[in-house]
């Protein structure tokens, strides 16, 4: 049982702010993936439903003032996309030296994430037999937009009053951006909550933009220092990891773990509502979904 | 001494080169080409006979080494492709079709081994057996089928059969599945 943040109703919500939905499952570094020849075994087990593959490689490039004044200029290893669509893509798998990951804009549910997971986990195992799995991440990053925020202090109205803190006061001047992060820690496993309002420049284009950040690890809010304009969106970025290591062919047991983790994040997401956001989200008993 | 000479002279691939099969494991994939080219050209403007000859052996010895490099990645890439086509199947199951220990097949996957012919063969005749397999039955089924007793395998699954060296029974088996059927 992962973190509980409290009892809430077991709903669907018709308008869900869900922007991205990844796991990411990293492993001790399989140098045969670097190239197509290492990648082809694995492509063609999931080629039937991730037709579109591409590879991706990114460069980093540094100015050094002191001492040298030179430019370094870093190769990162190259990240295999393999997609559903080649532009408007709904499901993604990401493959690269020591990590797998999969992910969504949207699920139909949750259960249908878990058996795409799992399928790609079996054709990882038998194609390239990466051992034990090092990390298990899940993250889920939410974006919230309400007709009725008009300034960031609105958003006290719609969630948690704790959350909103600073940004829900009123200030001199105008907020440009108000971002915090929390880390909890549960023996060995971590949920960091990264939630504020950020800057315009963030949001567009929005969940393309985070679904590169999410891949990095770095934080979900490119922080653009020259765009002063302040977004009406709260974005909750909620990422949940462990460090125990598990066999990645034992595909049940990593699942049972997201799913965990995905039930505390819910738990979370429900904690943080405030009762008029939660309605115009137009919740759903799951029940009735089903039928 | 012309050219066509200096080859048989200088033994050339010949010269006590070991089969390629045990040597591609440590060949360079990235062997560049822009070294022959360059001695090509060098050949063409020398008038060194001995210079000559030895800028086509090395040239050769080049060529080789690209060839066997792609020829093992191509082994790789085979054997990657099988394995893909495997539903359902885990690793063990795969290694024990293949006919080597998990360590060894892992080692095959990630390029840090070369296949060998005897595996490769092996690779063709399994990938024979899932494609006639998945003419009559869906790929989720593989693993299923791989594990279920078949009565014209002495009740053995084909998994089993399979492992105790009865590849040929299989074949034929999945041969049958194909071949069309005479109503008298």
Not at chain 1, 47 to 75: D, F, G
Not at chain 1, 210 to 237: F, I
């Amino acid at each position: 049982m992962g973190l509980d943040f409290g009892r809430h109703e077991d709903v669907v919500f018709k308008k869900a702010p869900l922007v991205t939905v990844l796991c990411q499952i990293k492993f001790a570094p399989v140098f045969s993936l670097l190239s197509e020849v290492g990648v082809a075994g694995f492509q063609e087990g999931i080629r039937s439903k991730y037709p579109i593959t591409r590879r991706e490689e990114a460069a980093q490039i540094q100015l050094h003032r002191q001492p040298s004044n030179s430019i370094e200029v870093r190769q990162s290893p190259p990240i295999w996309r393999i997609a559903d669509d080649n532009e408007d893509w709904k499901w993604r798998v990401s493959l690269a030296v020591d990590f797998v990951a999969l992910e969504t804009p949207a699920y139909r549910d949750f259960d249908d994430f878990l058996s795409r997971l799992r399928w790609v986990l079996d054709v990882l195992d038998r194609t390239v037999h990466p051992g034990d799995a090092i990390r298990i991440g899940l993250r889920k990053i939410n974006q919230f937009a309400h007709p009725d925020v008009e300034s960031p202090q609105d958003w006290t109205k719609f969630l948690r009053s704790e959350m909103i803190s600073l940004a829900g006061c009123k200030l001199p001047g105008e907020l440009r951006l108000s971002l915090s992060e929390v880390h909890l820690k549960e023996g060995m496993r971590a949920l960091t909550i990264r939630h504020g309002v950020p800057p315009t420049s963030a949001m567009q284009p929005t969940d393309h933009d985070m679904r590169e950040r999410t891949n990095s690890g770095d934080n979900v809010v490119p922080a653009n220092e020259h765009d002063d304009t302040a977004s009406l969106a709260y974005v909750l970025d909620l990422d949940y990891s462990t460090t125990i290591p598990y066999t990645i062919k034992d595909e049940e047991a990593i699942s049972e773990l997201i799913r965990e983790f995905s039930d505390s994040m819910t738990s979370f997401f429900h904690w943080s509502l405030q009762p008029d956001m939660y309605k115009w989200l137009e919740p759903i008993p799951r029940n009735e979904v089903t039928k | 001494m012309t050219v066509s000479d200096a080859k048989p002279r200088y033994g050339g691939a010949r010269r006590g080169l070991p089969d390629w099969a045990d040597v591609a494991g440590s060949t360079n994939p990235g062997v560049p080409l822009l070294p022959l080219e360059l001695e090509l050209s060098l050949l063409s403007d020398s008038t060194d006979a001995d210079r000559a000859e030895i800028a086509v052996e090395a040239g050769v010895r080049k060529l080789e080494n690209l060839l066997r490099s792609a020829q093992a990645l191509d082994r790789m890439v085979s054997l990657s492709v099988l394995l893909a086509g495997l539903q359902g199947c885990s690793f063990d199951e795969a290694a024990l079709l293949i006919g080597r220990e998990p360590p060894i097949l892992e080692k095959f996957v990630r390029g840090e081994a070369t296949v060998p012919e005897r595996v490769m063969n092996r690779v063709r005749r399994l990938d024979e057996v899932l494609r006639n397999l998945h003419k009559v039955l869906e790929p989720t089924a593989t693993a299923k089928w791989l594990r279920t007793s078949i009565p014209s395998l002495g009740n053995e699954s084909p998994l089993n059969a399979i492992s105790k060296g009865n590849l040929r029974k299989v074949e034929e088996l999945t041969r049958g599945y194909c071949a069309p059927v005479v109503h008298s």
